[in-house]
């Protein structure tokens, strides 16, 4: 790609910042093959060119991406692309987070936030078979990777069937450990929507993340293996840590 066709691809009035723009578009340099691991960056005065933007707005995207663990800059030397690549993140039948990131990481382990039992909104309700107010636990997790947030989930599950999968989860650590406790020894992904969006003020604070980054969203229901919905969730992954690898349902 250009300096021109890079510098146009750079929106001023998009509502995201440029900075952030820049950071997104080295980021996807780095994705594409375009630099090498260990690679150095071109000179910030050359990117403030090439972007068509100053060199304090080039400054605070590498910042970001030093941050991140994306690059890292040494002192009279320039600007590196560090060796860290994306964790794959498999969605096919059997879906489960420790497992999906065995082989990539050293250390994983899902993080029990907050939990409340509320009513059931529609779109709770409907993935689950219940009628709209029925009672639901709702659990806040925070996947991590060798202690890096990689994932940040909210999950609803029938509080007549799960009564105490909260204290399940908060001892376990694990959503599939939990629903052990409860006679269900396997259960399987039914259907899987996928979407992206800039991470809101919670996202960035949850998965430690820059203004403007972007998210992957998953919307699922878990059903046993004779199709009885267990758990609808959410499911938000930072883009720049995370890539969903999907398989046959």
């Known amino acids: 790609m250009s300096g021109q066709q890079i510098a146009s691809s750079i929106e001023r009035r998009s509502g995201v910042s440029l ?3 820049i950071a997104d578009q080295i980021l996807r340099s780095i994705a594409v093959g375009d630099f090498a691991e260990n690679a150095a960056l071109p000179p910030e005065v050359a990117l403030a060119e090439r972007y068509g933007v100053n060199r304090h707005t080039v400054r605070s995207a590498i910042a970001a991406l030093v941050q991140d663990g994306v690059l890292r800059a040494e002192q009279g030397r320039g600007t590196f692309v560090l ?12 879906t489960r987070f420790s497992e999906g990131l065995q082989g990539q990481t050293s250390e994983r382990r899902s993080v029990l936030l907050e939990s409340a039992v509320e009513p059931a909104s529609r779109r709770v309700a409907e993935g689950l078979g ?15 990777a060798d202690g890096r947030p990689v994932s940040r989930a909210t999950g609803w599950f029938d509080a007549g069937r799960f009564a105490g999968i909260d204290a ?11 629903l052990e406790r409860f006679g269900v020894s396997d259960y399987l992904r039914q259907s899987t929507v996928l979407s992206a969006r800039h991470a809101d003020a919670a996202d960035l604070a949850d998965l430690d993340l820059q203004p403007g980054s972007i998210i992957l969203v998953t919307v699922a229901v878990n059903v046993t293996l004779d199709g009885q919905p267990i758990q609808f969730a959410e499911t ?4 720049e840590r995370v890539e969903l690898k999907l398989s046959a349902l």
């Open 168 to 178: 399940a989860m908060a001892e376990t650590g694990s959503v599939t450990a939990s």
């Open 19 to 21: 900075w952030r723009q």
């Open 236 to 239: 938000r992954f930072p883009a």
């Open 83 to 94: 060796s860290r690549k994306r964790l794959s993140y498999p969605i096919g039948a059997r």
């Open 130 to 144: 219940l009628a709209k107010g029925s009672n639901v636990i709702r659990l806040e997790t925070r996947g991590e």
